[in-house]
């Protein structure tokens, strides 16, 4: 498969879905796309057949306003299906609702209040330790979230615990809903900080499914520490100038015209993958 031609693909889909019900987070669904695709697709040993499999690797989408992002990559999994999930996205009494939750295929936890993916993943991972299982723990979260002070004793447990099996990808676009990370609360020294709690950092390239597909294969080897992969990726990605790298479309639902600049951009790329 195909796996970049798939990742506009699904943010095509993600477009459709906010077009559609006239709200979304298309920011931050553009830039962690490809961390999905990733997980999904090349890493996680995860299916809607093995769903209940209680060796299957768990995945908790800690930034859960980027559910249509996860909406999308669920889909192309086969867990959810699509043409429903664009037809319904937020509408009144339907299942697909702005956050994730665990009522859903596929979705382990709800999430969409920042700051508790991580210490929950903590939990999770010394569970299956305890149990004497290999399979691995993974949480995404935002740059903007390691704000909350609740990511941080989740850090420390974490080292304290030793939990190898734990993997988090911070998807480093330095942008959050009021503008800079850094005006915000300053997160420069991200590399300095979790090493000094203990953990192993890998800095990936956060839009590009091969560099971000050797990290994880690099996070597996680590021994002993819990592993942080620092996704260094650009908010809005592929939706072209319009919107990458801007603020203010971090919950912007485009216009008609809007909506055709974004959608050109994202085909033209998907063609050139494709070739
Ligand atoms: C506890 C909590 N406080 C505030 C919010 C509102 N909120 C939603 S998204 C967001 C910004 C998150 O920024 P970031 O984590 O960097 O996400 P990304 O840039 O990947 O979209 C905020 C503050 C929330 N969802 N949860
Ligand atoms: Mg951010």
Redesign the pocket.
Known sequence: MNLKALSYECRLNVLDMIKGAGTG?I??DF??MDILITLYFKQMNITPETADDPNRDLFVMS????VEAYYSVLAAKGFLDIKEVIAKFSRFGSPYIGHPNNKLPGIEMNS????HGLPVCVGMALACRMDGKSNRVYTV?????LA?GSVWEGVMAASQYKLDNLCAVV?R?R???SGN?EDVMGQDDLQTRFEAFGWNVIQAEGNDIDALNEAFEEAKKCKGRPTVIIANTT?GFGGGELIENKAGW?HKVPTDEEYQIIKAELEKRREAVNE
């Open positions: 987070h920011g931050g830039s962690v930034k859960g306003h980027s969409g209040s920042l700051g979260m935002g740059d903007g979230e909350e998807d676009n942008l959050q809903i990370t908010k971090h």
